[in-house]
DNA sequence: CGCGAACTTGATGTAACTCAAGGCGAGTGG
DNA sequence: CCACTCGCCTTGAGTTACATCAAGTTCGCG
């Protein structure tokens, strides 16, 4: 049983953008079908060309990559509403990793088909170009914050980016969320060692915080989360000449 | 006296994909100037909108970031052939600032027509996507390298990256290149500390691995290079059932 | 000639790493 | 139902790859 484009959940969330009628029937025909994976399942794999893209409808899963030296780099987390294989889609070739951590449901797409939502439906190309920019701004945080910041700060910034994420596509309710993944998984995003990560995530709690047990992520002190979190500067000061 | 696309020294080199006539002519309406900007040129602000987008004609400069804490991280060097403001151009706001270092030459467009490209020429829009992929490549390989190895690797793979692009874009003479950054600014794009930096670039040179003197770059042993900068593996042995 | 920018080098400090061990809950099998 | 294993989290002790601090050199420039 597959979800309609008309119906399907994530549409009406405040995080995306509105959809045309006329869009909206391009996307039914693009779509070729649903699937459902378990966890622990390869959706795609660096270095090699998938005939299939994706865009998850439930389930959280992972982006990352594997070194020369056999250790790994978690890209992002995968949350409802993300695009899959983008760079399989218009380089052949996926430049990372992306696997299920939790039971999902994906929208499938063909590969081949990716030229004609340019050329039929521009305005659906430029989607997948805002898309990219998006993922683009956020990796280009990430290496600041990997590159610059100490240990509780990466933490912090990290923890902050996913409940916010994770409350713009729905999956929060108050000051929680569920955080399905191992503290292996943050120390491999931050370049961090799991014992500090450990560490680390014991002072958060025990400074009130935030709580990180049984798969849920609870901000206990969000003013005081954001204020460490906090990455740059909004726009500078304007000159005067 | 601009540069006619038809002219443009960049398009016969083999590391860019072909225009067709058509897109030829329609790039040329789209270039709305030339820009010829000196180095410390600040062309795009974070957290601005700018009217203009570019294309580098000539010269280099750095994508980079400033934390709220002062410190910097380099995003990505830019070399001839990079676009500039993607994220202006599809969502309105820079993420990361770029600048002059050295005298550059600069296509302009403006980013009220950036809609028209996808729009009239689809194949344009999606010559944008696969930019934004291979940044998003990119910018996953970084992270990649900044989060996970030691800092002689990071260093190895900075050179290396950069020499190669250096050569794709035809700026390379025979084993040396133009690199006419500080150390400061490689130690920004790798999360490592000036004094540090120093130190390594020092090892380098006494293994006779590269040297870096007076602005130019010479790798001295290529396939120790290499080796040392391999990020990750090729596609994973095929399984059989 | 004095000054600033960039590079270099040595000494000292520390944030984060590795190693090692133990606890706890869930599953499994005798 | 208990013994065993396994995955994950936690904690302490010792180590190290970096950072920071502090000079000193070279070079171009006003």
Known sequence: MTTKCEDCPLRPLS????????????????????????????????????????????????????????????????????????????????????????????????????????????????????????????????LATVGQRPAYDKIAWAMARYFHRAKAVGIAKGNTCPLPFRQQHLADALGLSLVHTNKVLGRLRKEGVLVWTDDVLTIRDMDRLEQIAALDDGPPPRPLI
């Not at 693009?30 to 270095?47: C, I």
């Not at 409808?57 to 978690?74: A, E, P």
């Not at 499938?108 to 050329?119: E, H, T, Y």
């Open 15 to 142: 995080q995306f953008l509105r959809f045309s009628a006329e869009e909206l029937a391009f996307m039914e025909r693009f779509k070729t079908g649903e699937m459902q994976v378990q966890p622990g399942t390869h959706l795609l794999t660096q270095g090699t060309r998938s005939p299939q893209l994706f865009t998850t409808l439930s389930g959280l899963g992972l982006r990352h990559k594997t070194l020369v030296d056999g250790s790994r780099q978690v890209i992002s987390f995968v949350m409802p509403g993300d695009f899959l294989g983008l760079q399989a889609g218009v380089m052949g070739e996926m430049g990372h990793s992306v696997e299920a951590v939790t039971d999902m449901t994906l929208c499938v797409f063909n590969r081949a088909d990716i030229w004609s939502l340019f050329k039929t439906l521009p305005e659906r190309g430029y989607a997948l170009a805002h898309l990219a920019a998006i993922e683009e701004q956020f990796l280009g945080d990430a």
